[in-house]
């Protein structure tokens, strides 16, 4: 995926999980609402003002912004929980903890 696009919607999810309008985000971070929407579809990139106001606003992390946990294939998910999971083998509370959340999201499905 183009890095424009993805960065694009990434801040369109976050804008809405945290319940603004594209109208409302914008006028806050002091851009056109055109301006916003050409970022959320990926269309130009954000200046580097209005990539920090984006954050401050949203309250997010840089990390939360870029993080890429998504784009890594199954294979590279399941060793990453068993690398947790490894972790947590000296605490047992904190691999009770593992085990619920686990058992309760397979259970959803």
Do not use: W
Request: glycine letters at 2%.
């Amino acid at each position: 995926m183009d890095i424009k696009k993805e960065l694009g919607e990434k801040i369109k999810r976050l804008r809405k999980k945290s319940g603004f309008t594209q109208e409302k985000l914008a006028e806050i971070i002091n851009i056109s609402s055109r301006n916003l929407s050409n970022i959320e579809l990926g269309l130009s990139y954000p200046k580097p003002e209005t990539l920090e106001k984006i954050i401050e606003t949203l309250d997010i992390s840089t990390n939360k912004l870029f993080e890429t946990e998504h784009l890594k294939t199954d294979d590279e998910l399941v060793n990453r929980i068993n690398l947790y999971i490894n972790s947590a083998k000296s605490n047992r509370p904190k691999l009770e903890l593992i085990y619920k959340i686990l058992r309760d999201l397979c259970e959803e499905t």
